[in-house]
């Protein structure tokens, strides 16, 4: 356990769904981070938010949307989906927002779109 | 042309060999991380260094600033060592970080 947990684990959804994945973290961290893995790809960094304001929008498509209601608490709002957005998708957290920072990750939630 | 580049891609070794992971960048940084991912996506992360060596258990990260090379060691590995191994580096001027596409290390009993 990392001290970061998302849910679910798994969703499947058609293009016209609207959901939404969730992350926790229990670290007492400032910074938060969306992560995409695709196969066979690096990891893509999505967005980040630190104490709570969004510092990275990392040209990401609009059906993606962001929430972050508090430090602890971050969403990924889905909506109108294309079957290429089945991924991995990885939520981290950090005690600050810097590249020194060791950043700590969930799970994951495994995404297909259909 | 990634920035980050890992080798081998595979590599598969028996019980109790001793492993190396490269990992080589193109832009100039000053610190770089690697991360262990298992089966089912769970990533830690192993190490953050900006020079030398740093070792934790069998562990053993080394860089070399001026090369821009990083290798990651394994000694006397063992099948729990089975996972993804991807190195990553913070963007020149920023905060991001870029990732490799990953080692996949198999060790057989």
């Known amino acids: 356990e990392t001290g970061v947990t998302q849910t679910p684990r798994h969703l499947v959804m058609g293009m016209t769904n609207k959901k939404s994945l969730k992350c926790e973290q229990h670290?007492?961290?400032?910074?938060m981070y969306w992560y995409k893995q695709s196969a066979k790809k690096p990891l893509e960094l999505m967005f980040v938010?630190?104490?709570?304001?969004?510092?990275e929008n990392n040209s990401v498509p609009s059906r993606f949307s962001p929430e972050c209601p508090n430090s602890s608490h971050l969403f990924l709002h889905l909506h109108t989906l294309q079957p290429e957005d089945s991924a991995l998708y990885l939520c981290?957290?950090?005690?600050?927002?810097?590249?020194?920072?060791?950043?700590?990750f969930g799970p994951g939630t495994r995404l297909l779109v259909l | 042309k990634n920035e980050v580049e890992q080798s081998p891609q595979n590599l598969t070794a028996q019980e109790g060999e001793f492993i190396t992971i490269n990992c080589s960048y193109s832009?100039?940084?000053?610190?770089l991380h690697w991360l262990q991912q298992h089966p089912g996506g769970g990533i830690v992360s192993l190490f953050m260094?900006?020079?030398g060596k740093k070792k934790h258990g069998r562990l053993i990260a080394t860089i070399n600033i001026q090369e821009k090379h990083s290798s990651l060691h394994i000694t006397a590995s063992h099948p729990r060592d089975s996972a993804v191994y991807i190195c990553?580096?913070?963007?020149?001027?920023?905060?991001?970080?870029?990732f490799g596409t990953g080692t996949r290390l198999t060790i057989i009993p």
């Open positions: 990553a580096v913070p963007h020149f001027g920023n905060e991001k970080l870029t």
């Open positions: 260094l900006s020079s």
């Open positions: 981290a957290s950090s005690q600050g927002y810097g590249y020194q920072e060791t950043q700590y």
């Open positions: 832009v100039g940084i000053s610190a």
């Open positions: 938010y630190s104490l709570e304001e969004r510092v």
């Open positions: 670290l007492g961290h400032n910074a």
